[in-house]
């Protein structure tokens, strides 16, 4: 298949925190922000595989900077890298400062979803072709993350992740 551009399926969402989205500290629910994520993130698979996308793992999220109510949120999600019917998808959250209008990272969040048919048997997703450093840095890491997911979820042996111990060699 052909490789597709990240700029064809990158998805930006922006909404503002509400009072019923927060918990006792007035800072937003950290399940909230794994949903938007997840939307976000669920509609850069959909636009990539131009498929069905389930969401197969969760690899990584931080929650490096808590979100008051009544922020601004963007998050912008893009496929890292797919392999044969799996997409990782990288999510970065930005606060808007209300007055400068500067946007800040606050979060950030990588989730693996799965292109499949009606029948929910996974079926081929096209490669990607990164373009930034950040981009082609994310893809190389991509190989490492899906093994560490893959080991954790006792799907290959520890002794198979072969790019993930040349970490530690
Ligand atoms: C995701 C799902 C389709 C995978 O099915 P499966 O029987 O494991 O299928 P396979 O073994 O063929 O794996 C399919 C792909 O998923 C990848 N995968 C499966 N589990 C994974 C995990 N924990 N981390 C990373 N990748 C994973 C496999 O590596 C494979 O990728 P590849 O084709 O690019 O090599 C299946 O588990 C499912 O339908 N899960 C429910 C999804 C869902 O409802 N999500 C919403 C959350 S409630």
Known sequence: MKPKST???RTITTDMVLPS??????????GELLARMDRAAYITARRHSRRIAVTASVNHVAFNTAIPVGSVV???????????????????VFLEDRISGVRTKANE???TFVAVDDTMKPVEVAPIAPET?????RYDAALRRRQLSLVLAGKMKPSEAHELKALFE
């Open 21 to 30: 989205e927060t918990n006792h500290l007035n800072h937003m629910f950290g």
């Open 133 to 137: 450093e950040i981009e082609k840095q």
């Open 109 to 111: 969040a990588i989730y």
């Open 74 to 92: 963007t998050i912008e999600a893009h496929v890292s890298r797919t392999f044969k019917t799996s997409m990782e998808v990288f999510i970065d």
């Open 7 to 9: 700029n064809e399926s």
